[in-house]
Structures are given as structure tokens and as C-alpha cells.
């Protein structure tokens, strides 16, 4: 029922056709429609007779297991009511009548108007829109976060190019744990060798704030090599439910967050680690050597263990989901959207998972010394932005103690997180980011489906260029 699905995406106020997002009393209406389908059941929750008052609503697809809740705050509800305009329901290029809001519209003519295509038509989006069309846009209407984007070519996918389209039954290619940890090891020390190197040939050392822009600037340069290599890899292995739907683009009413979502991400993290572990006197090559290993691997495992409980407690609190619900707004991610989030989760996934790692990590005597934080930072951001990439494969996230974790089907692959975008909103499931450790412990894992055991192609490996 691809059809009857994309008038539930309109629902869940993502991908609305032209991106005009009705009022709340039209959300209940269309609801109504789609429960006489028989389709579906519809269960708003909250008070359903007054949907200003309601809090979320659930749609439950008859014979699939697919359900999706959607979460109405105040907030979104207000914002929703500024627009009276209701989308058109020419959908894929199909005759309107086909729809169940075909009823809908023979009700109330007049409330049916032409929608626009453009972003950049006057009426504002919604601030939960998911359209993304900024880049065929006309460039006059760009502002500096657009040119950057594109200047620095950080785009998830090149629309000129394909994108292989598989079915769910074929076979995921499985990518080898060493491609990625060549490659985050050889980017991550590259910073370091010149570092060295300046020490070394100058005799000087590198105070705190030029050693901080200039990480900075490493970290950045990374992150975004990393999204040009990704690009490359979908266009080549596809991307996971690419049978179902397109990934999600950096959407229009968010490509200023996008920006600084990075800068901030970048840079609190690394003023943390500057102000709590940096000694200028220290060279890199001084790095506690025999330590870094075990560093590397519980720095992912404990961070983990932090994230999964502050992650699972946006879940499961009501209070808190609010901050949550933003990075939630996608249900196919991109590796650009990884730190697409409210400033409250920001902070948190910023600032406060890594410092509560930092101290548990100090606490039973490990070092910690600034460069190698430096490189357990490189590993966990590598993993975020992998781990919202999408990409059909078979791949875990890279760690030293990968091959531990694997003993106990710990392991987390690209579509664990993928699964809790396209399935989860409030209840949900795989709520680890680096592990699948602390989900197998408390219960919370989620069946995989392409990645499933039987599935995954373990002869025609896929690979991670370094560059
Ligand atoms: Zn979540
Ligand atoms: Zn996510």
C-alpha cells in the first residue's frame, strides 16, 4: 500500500506533498478517512474529541507490523495552525480521487487549494518540515549555511547520480570491522603528526586555544570527508528501505542547524577535553601508547552505557520527549542529520555524555590524556555519523573492542539505528549508539530485518576507501 503509506507521512507531518502543512482539525479529519479504509486502525491518544488537546496519535497498519506514533505537542499544534492552506493530493502523479481524502475534499472545496512546490515561496514552514528542495532552489535565495553546504559539497547524496534500489530479501553486504578502523586511525593521526612535527622542528609548544582551532578545524575537515566517502558508498550499495522510501535530504527549514549542529558539536566537546586533559608541554608521540587501545574501546562502551539511559529516558518520560523529539523527525536519517537536535539534546549529547565517560574512565585509572581522547572522540563521532548514514551494508561501528562485543551479540550495525529512526518514536527500541551492549542487557534490541543473520552477504564484501 505505497500510497496509502505516503498519506501517513503526510500525517506524521513529514514529506506533505508541497510541503504545506494543514491545521490539527484536518490531521483529525484525514485520520478519520483513513481509519474507514479499513486500512489502518488510527488511535489518537489524549482526548480525541478535542484534537487541540491531544498529545499523540498511533496508527496501526492491518497484516504488517508497521506502527507509527506521532507526538502533538503545544507547541507543534500552534504551529500547525497558522496554515490554513491543505496540501494537494495529487500524489506520485495519481488521479486525487484515488485517495481517501478525496471524500474529504468533495466536503469542503473550498479549504483545497494549489499548494507550491518551493521552499522558498512565501508561506513559512512548519519547523518539524522534512521537505527538502533548498538545493534546486534558486541560489538567489540562499543564505550563507546553504553556501557552505555546498561549497564544502557536504551533501548526502549527488542528484545527478543514481541510487541502486534493492528489495528487503536481497543480500546486505558485509563490511569487515578493519576498513573502518583503518580509516578513522589514519585520519585521526594526521592532526597528530603535524602537531609532532611543529613541536619537533620548532622546539615550541602549542597553547590551549590555538591547539583548540586547530583540532577544531582537523575534527570539521573529517566529518566532512567522511559524508563525501559515505555519498560515494550509497550511490554504490544503496540505501536501507530504498525499496520503500528515499533517504531524507537536509531539510529546507533546517539547513542553519545542520551547520551548527556541527560547529557546536565540534567545538564543545573539544574545549571539554582541552580544558580538562590538555597539557601543552606533552607531545603527541608522549600519549600513553600501552593504554589507547583499552581506552578506545571502553570510551565507546561507556558512553554508550550513559547514552543509552539519558537516550531511553527521552523516550520513556513524557516530560522529556519534547527535547527529544526533533532528532526523531526523520525516520530515514543522513549522516548530516546525526546531530539534528534541540538545543537541550545538543547539550547533553555534547557536552554531558562525553564528560560523564571522561570521569568514569578516570575514575578506575585510566589516563585519558588529551590526544588520546582525541582519538576515542574521532571514533565515537565516526560511528554517529555512520550509524545515521543509512547505508546498505552489513557494518558495525569501528572499536578495539569490536571483537568483544561480537562474542556477545553486542555488536551494533548501520540498520540498529536506522530501525530506531524508521520505527520508534516515543516507546522504542535500540537506544545504544555504539554498542548493542546496554539494549541486549536491558532488553531493548529490535529485530533486524535486512541486517538479519541470514541475509547479510558475507562473500561479496563491501568496502571503505580511505580515500
Ligand atoms: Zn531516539
Ligand atoms: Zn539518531
Not at 536481497?170 to 576498513?179: H, T
Not at 593521526?189 to 583540532?215: K, Q, S, V
Not at 539534546?345 to 585519558?368: I, N
Not at 539494549?439 to 541470514?454: H, K, L, P, V, Y
Request: with cysteine; proline share 6%.
Amino acid at each position: 500500500m505505497p500510497e496509502n503509506r505516503r498519506i501517513l507521512e503526510w500525517i506524521s507531518l513529514k514529506d506533505a506533498p508541497n510541503g504545506v502543512i494543514p491545521n490539527s482539525d484536518e490531521i483529525f479529519a484525514v485520520l478519520q478517512e483513513i481509519q474507514k479504509l479499513q486500512e489502518c486502525t488510527g488511535v489518537a491518544r489524549g482526548r480525541p474529541q478535542e484534537l487541540r488537546n491531544i498529545e499523540w496519535l498511533i496508527i496501526e497498519w492491518r497484516g504488517s507490523r508497521d506502527r507509527e506514533e506521532f507526538y502533538l505537542d503545544p507547541a507543534t499544534i500552534s504551529s500547525l495552525e497558522k496554515f490554513s492552506v491543505l496540501p494537494r493530493w495529487h500524489i506520485d502523479g495519481k488521479d486525487p480521487v484515488e485517495y481517501p481524502s478525496a471524500a474529504l475534499k468533495a466536503q469542503t472545496p473550498a479549504m483545497w487549494k494549489e499548494g507550491t512546490s518551493s521552499v522558498m515561496d512565501s508561506k513559512p514552514l512548519s519547523k518539524d518540515s522534512m521537505q527538502s528542495t533548498w538545493r534546486t532552489a534558486p541560489r538567489s535565495e540562499w543564505n550563507i549555511s546553504h553556501y557552505l553546504l555546498d561549497a564544502l559539497n557536504a551533501h548526502p547524496i549527488d542528484l545527478n547520480k543514481e541510487i541502486p534500489v534493492h528489495g528487503k530479501d536481497e543480500k546486505v553486504p558485509y563490511m569487515p570491522q578493519w576498513y573502518l578502523q583503518r580509516w578513522v586511525l589514519f585520519y585521526s593521526a594526521l592532526p597528530l603528526l603535524l602537531h609532532e612535527t611543529y613541536m619537533a622542528l620548532t622546539g615550541r609548544t602549542i597553547g590551549p586555544i590555538t591547539a583548540f582551532n586547530f583540532y577544531f578545524f582537523a575534527f570539521n575537515a573529517i566529518v566532512i570527508y567522511q559524508v563525501h566517502i559515505l555519498r560515494r558508498l550509497g550511490h554504490k550499495y544503496g540505501f536501507l528501505d530504498g525499496d520503500k522510501h528515499a533517504r531524507d535530504g537536509v531539510p529546507d527549514v533546517g539547513v542553519a542547524k545542520v551547520v551548527a549542529s556541527l560547529y557546536k558539536t565540534t567545538g564543545s566537546r573539544l574545549i571539554l577535553s582541552i580544558i580538562l586533559s590538555y597539557n601543552k608541554t606533552q607531545r603527541p608521540s608522549q600519549m600513553s601508547w600501552i593504554w589507547l587501545p583499552l581506552e578506545i574501546g571502553l570510551y565507546g562502551i561507556v558512553l554508550d552505557f550513559w547514552f543509552y539511559w539519558y537516550h531511553r529516558l527521552m523516550h520513556d518520560v513524557s516530560y522529556l520527549w519534547k527535547y527529544h523529539r526533533t532528532h526523531h523527525l526523520t525516520k530515514h536519517p543522513n549522516p548530516l542529520l546525526a546531530a539534528y537536535a534541540d538545543h537541550e539534546q545538543e547539550f547533553f549529547d555534547m557536552v554531558g555524555v562525553p564528560m560523564m565517560t571522561y570521569f568514569s574512565l578516570k575514575l578506575v585509572g585510566l589516563p585519558m590524556g588529551f590526544y588520546e581522547w582525541w582519538i576515542c572522540h574521532e571514533y565515537v563521532a565516526f560511528a554517529e555519523v555512520f550509524g545515521h548514514s543509512g547505508l546498505r551494508m552489513h557494518s558495525g561501528v569501528p572499536s578495539t573492542l569490536g571483537w568483544l562485543l561480537q562474542m556477545f551479540n553486542a555488536e551494533i550495525v548501520i540498520e540498529d539505528h536506522d530501525l530506531h529512526h524508521r520505527k520508534g518514536w516515543r516507546k522504542s527500541y535500540n537506544y545504544g549508539k555504539q554498542t548493542r551492549l546496554w539494549d541486549r542487557i536491558f532488553g531493548t534490541c529490535m529485530e533486524r530485518i535486512e541486517s538479519a543473520e541470514g541475509n547479510v552477504d558475507y562473500e561479496n564484501t563491501a568496502k571503505m576507501p580511505l580515500f
